[in-house]
C-alpha cells in the first residue's frame, strides 16, 4: 500500500512537471500593430543545439503566423536565453498511527517514516523584443518547467511553452 501511494505521488509531480509555467509581459505603450518584421539579435544558446534549433523554428512559426517576416533591419530585435538549474526535492511519507509504543487495548504502535530525495534539472527560456527605432524592451516571455529525460518529451515540452508563451501574442490582438 506504501508504494502504491508513493507511487501514485510521483505520478502526480511528474504530471505537473510537464507543463511549463509560462509568464508574458508587454509595454502597454508599444504600438505592436505597426511592427511587421523582426531579426534575431540573440539566438538562444546553453543546451543541445537540435533543441535550440526547435526553439528558433518554433518562434519563428508562431511570428509568422502572426504575420511577421523576418529581414535583417526588422522592426523588433528578439533576444533569447536558455538557462538550467538543478534542483531537489525531499518527500517523507508517514505510516503507522503517530501514537508511539504506548495506547489502550493494542491501539498505538510505531509509526515510520519514508524520506525520498528527487534530483532533477529546470529549465527556463526568456524571449525578449525590443523596438529598434527606440532601442526599447516591448515584450518579454518566459516559460519555466522540469526538463524531461526523452527527447521526445523535451519536445513536447518546448512546444507546449512555445504554445503558451504565444497564445495572445501580439498584446491586444
Same mark, same amino acid.
Given at each position: 500500500?506504501?508504494?502504491?501511494?508513493?507511487?501514485?505521488?510521483?505520478?502526480?509531480?511528474?504530471?505537473?512537471?510537464?507543463?511549463?509555467?509560462?509568464?508574458?509581459?508587454?509595454?502597454? +505603450?508599444?504600438?505592436?500593430?505597426?511592427?511587421?518584421?523582426?531579426?534575431?539579435?540573440?539566438?538562444?544558446?546553453?543546451? +543541445?543545439?537540435?533543441?535550440?534549433?526547435?526553439?528558433?523554428?518554433?518562434?519563428?512559426?508562431?511570428?509568422?503566423?502572426?504575420?511577421?517576416?523576418?529581414?535583417?533591419?526588422?522592426?523588433?530585435?528578439?533576444?533569447?536565453?536558455?538557462?538550467?538549474?538543478?534542483?531537489?526535492?525531499?518527500?517523507?511519507?508517514?505510516?503507522?498511527?503517530?501514537?508511539?509504543?504506548?495506547?489502550?487495548?493494542?491501539?498505538? /504502535?510505531?509509526?515510520?517514516?519514508?524520506?525520498?530525495?528527487?534530483?532533477?534539472?529546470? /529549465?527556463?527560456?526568456?524571449?525578449?523584443?525590443?523596438?529598434?527605432?527606440?532601442?526599447?524592451?516591448?515584450?518579454?516571455?518566459?516559460?519555466?518547467?522540469?526538463?524531461?529525460?526523452?527527447?521526445?518529451?523535451?519536445?513536447?515540452?518546448?512546444?507546449?511553452?512555445?504554445?503558451?508563451?504565444?497564445?495572445?501574442?501580439?498584446?491586444?490582438?
Amino acid at each position: 500500500m506504501k508504494s502504491i501511494a508513493m507511487a501514485f505521488v510521483l505520478l502526480l509531480l511528474a504530471g505537473c512537471a510537464s507543463t511549463p509555467t509560462v509568464t508574458t509581459d508587454h509595454d502597454p +505603450s508599444a504600438q505592436f500593430g505597426s511592427y511587421k518584421t523582426y531579426y534575431w539579435a540573440r539566438k538562444p544558446e546553453g543546451s +543541445s543545439p537540435l533543441v535550440t534549433q526547435r526553439i528558433v523554428e518554433g518562434i519563428d512559426a508562431r511570428l509568422q503566423s502572426k504575420g511577421w517576416t523576418q529581414e535583417p533591419d526588422g522592426d523588433v530585435a528578439l533576444v533569447a536565453n536558455i538557462s538550467r538549474a538543478q534542483q531537489q526535492s525531499i518527500d517523507t511519507f508517514y505510516s503507522g498511527t503517530g501514537m508511539g509504543g504506548w495506547g489502550y487495548r493494542g491501539w498505538g /504502535g510505531m509509526g515510520s517514516a519514508t524520506t525520498t530525495v528527487r534530483n532533477y534539472t529546470v /529549465g527556463t527560456l526568456v524571449v525578449d523584443m525590443f523596438d529598434t527605432r527606440t532601442k526599447q524592451a516591448v515584450w518579454r516571455g518566459s516559460a519555466s518547467g522540469t526538463v524531461p529525460n526523452s527527447p521526445e518529451k523535451v519536445d513536447a515540452a518546448v512546444t507546449a511553452g512555445l504554445d503558451k508563451m504565444f497564445a495572445n501574442f501580439p498584446p491586444g490582438s
